[in-house]
């Protein structure tokens, strides 16, 4: 994890990303940008 929330300027970043024509086909995803942390925890990490 990166230890730190996503900034605006990242959230920006993604959403002009996804308007691109790349992106015309992608429909019905959530993408979660919170620089890993709701990763499950390893035991022992």
């Not at 308007?19 to 959530?30: I, N, V, Y």
């Amino acid at each position: 994890p990166m230890g730190r929330l996503v900034t605006r300027a990242e959230v920006a970043e993604m959403v002009c990303l996804l308007c691109a024509p790349l992106f015309d086909m992608m429909t019905g995803q959530t993408l979660v940008m919170d620089g890993g942390r709701t990763l499950p925890r390893m035991a022992g990490a």
